[in-house]
């Protein structure tokens, strides 16, 4: 397919485990955005890419969340000592330039115990 | 800082009836974009409408209108011969000209029955 993908679907971690959310963009799609929706809440913005550098990542919560495109394309976020709290739908959208309509991807869903 | 806010958090329409769905934001830009997304089950966010803020026209896309009230800051969706597949979560979402993050409303889930 040509949309955005997201791997895993699911991810079940225990308390103070490392975790790893994949996207995959939209081939030829420069801006890759992260969001967070927690139960019962609209999307949150946590960070976005325009190429490989991160031109706003205002909205991560803390240092314990990090983001990389390293190619320009996939971008992986990562999650250290994760939280109870971090339990939320990670969504990730591409765009192809600025301003452009951003298509999303159909979430991970993480649950941490 | 910019804020998104829908007040209603649940609706119900019968199928081919209309709806409309309420938006209002806040900001001081005068460059921006609003939008409408649905939400399924499934997760997948899917693009509704899209208006651009310099434009007084109300955007329309088939059964979708938008009611934009710059003015006002408000910005309704309007669902005309609602079908059983428009059952979803309804995000309003706000994005100035710059800064092309979006940033949602809490939704409202539509319910459309027979």
């Known amino acids: 397919g040509a949309g955005v993908s997201q791997t895993p679907s699911n991810k079940v971690t225990e308390k103070g485990k490392y975790v790893e959310l994949r996207c995959d963009p939209i081939?030829?799609?420069?801006?890759l955005y992260w969001y967070r929706q927690s139960l019962g809440q609209g999307p949150e913005f946590l960070i976005y890419?325009?190429?490989?550098?991160?031109?706003?990542d205002s909205g991560l919560p803390n240092d314990r969340f990090f983001a990389v495109r390293p190619e320009g394309s996939v971008s992986t976020l990562k999650i250290q000592r994760t939280e109870r709290g971090d339990s939320a739908v990670y969504l990730c959208a591409s765009s192809p330039g600025l301003t452009g309509e951003q298509f999303f991807g159909p979430g991970t869903r993480l649950t941490v115990l | 800082a910019q804020t998104v806010t829908q007040s209603q958090p649940e609706m119900s329409v019968q199928e081919a009836e209309t709806v409309t769905l309420s938006c209002t934001y806040d900001t001081s830009e005068n460059n921006y974009y609003l939008f409408w997304y649905k939400q399924p089950p499934s997760r997948q966010m899917i693009l509704v409408i899209r208006q651009e803020a310099y434009k007084q026209q109300n955007a329309t896309e088939n059964r979708f209108s938008v009611n934009f009230q710059k003015a006002a800051k408000s910005f309704s969706l309007k669902i005309s011969d609602s079908q059983l597949g428009d059952t979803a979560m309804y995000f309003c979402?706000?994005?100035?000209?710059?800064?092309?993050?979006?940033?949602f409303g809490t939704g409202t889930r539509l319910q459309v029955t027979l």
């Open positions: 890419f325009q190429g490989t550098g991160a031109a706003d």
């Open positions: 979402a706000f994005e100035t000209g710059t800064a092309s993050k979006l940033t």
């Open positions: 081939s030829g799609h420069t801006a």
